[in-house]
Structures are given as structure tokens and as C-alpha cells.
């Protein structure tokens, strides 16, 4: 698929189909997300897949989500912070999840160009999540991934338009100024 199709094509799905998707898809979509860009080009993230009914259905209760049931397939996105921390102090933990939201943005791209659905589910018992899948305590659970084939098609959300998500050269600086009208630089103070 061309990427702007992809992009369009991503929705979040939280009906599913009782067809379960190929976890070689799943590996697939993993490998894209695993391609980067991380810090200090060091991949600290780990793709955690679940099969089981029981422990999906204990995922929807952590997260207070039941449509997750639905889903035959999940996977729990996790960061270790530690040897980023180690580098880069305090800001460590920010490189961190700037690169697990762009590994996880891949990662759902990857899904919609095979034609599979997803939903990133970022609210969830972060304690009891880790207690069940037995992630130690510093690792941090970044998402929740149902994954499936939609159930019943449904449009997908109307997005704001580009005007209302760019700015000029500040914030909220609506219109792009133009640096040579008149020769004078527009936020110049005279």
C-alpha cells in the first residue's frame, strides 16, 4: 500500500472479528517498528505477544476496556529507561518515550498495511499489568495493543484540518508572515 493511503487507512478498531491474525504479520510489524530512530540508535523496547484468552481478558479488566475481549491477539509494548537514564540523566526518560511513541506509531501503520486492525490503549492498572505479565518493576509499560480484523466497518474520525495543527514561527501564530513585505521583519519591535 502507498504510504498515504497507509496513514489514512490507520484507524482505531475496537470490534473484532473472531479471526485470528497471523502472528508472522504480528513479527512483521514488530521487525518495522524495531527499525528505529531510537537514542544513541539503541533499541530499548520489548513487544510482548498474548494468545490467551484468560490473560486477555484479565488485560481488558486492568484496563477497564471489555471490547479488548474481542481481540484474539494482543501485544503490551514495554521501554527500559535504565541504560538511557545512565547517558542522558532526567532526559533519558524523555528520549525514551519519544521513541516508543514513534516505535508504536510504526508498529500500527505496519498493522493497517496489512490490512489489520489496532488500537493503542495508553490507559490500563500499570502495577497489575506487570504483576500478570511478569515485567519488572523499572520496565515501563508503554501501550496496550488490541489486534484483529475489524468487525463491523466504521468510518473513521473525521481529523482536524492541517490549518489547526500548524503554527508560523511561534505558537499560535495562525498565518504565515511574509518576511519581505515592506522589507521589515513582521515581529520585529519598533
Known amino acids: 500500500m502507498e504510504f498515504d493511503s497507509v496513514v489514512k487507512a490507520r484507524k482505531s478498531v475496537r470490534s473484532f472479528k473472531n479471526k485470528i491474525p497471523s502472528w508472522k504479520d504480528v513479527l512483521e510489524a514488530v521487525d518495522s517498528a524495531c527499525q528505529g530512530p531510537f537514542p544513541d540508535g539503541r ?16 488485560i481488558a479488566e486492568f484496563a477497564s476496556q471489555s471490547w479488548i475481549n474481542q481481540s484474539n491477539l494482543v501485544v503490551v509494548v514495554c521501554s527500559d529507561d535504565s541504560t538511557l537514564e545512565d ?16 516505535a508504536i506509531g510504526t508498529f500500527l501503520l505496519k498493522l493497517a498495511d496489512l490490512g489489520i486492525g489496532s488500537c493503542w ?17 523499572h520496565i515501563q509499560v508503554e501501550a496496550i495493543i488490541p489486534i484483529g480484523y475489524e468487525k463491523t466497518k466504521s468510518k473513521k474520525k473525521e481529523k482536524k484540518d492541517l490549518e489547526h495543527a ?12 511574509s518576511l519581505t513585505s515592506e522589507g521589515k521583519d513582521p515581529f520585529s519591535i519598533e
Not at 121 to 137: A, R
Not at 166 to 177: A, D, H, Q, V
Request: charged share 30%; proline share 3%.
Open 87 to 102: 547517558l542522558h540523566g532526567e532526559k533519558g526518560r524523555v528520549y525514551s518515550r519519544q521513541a516508543a511513541g514513534s
Open 43 to 58: 533499541n530499548h523496547l520489548k513487544f510482548i505477544i498474548i494468545e490467551e484468552e484468560k490473560t486477555i481478558n484479565k
Open 121 to 137: 490503549v495508553g490507559s490500563y492498572t500499570d502495577e497489575l499489568v506487570k504483576q500478570l505479565l511478569g515485567i519488572p518493576m
Open 166 to 177: 500548524i503554527s508560523w514561527e511561534g505558537f499560535g501564530r495562525r498565518k504565515r508572515p
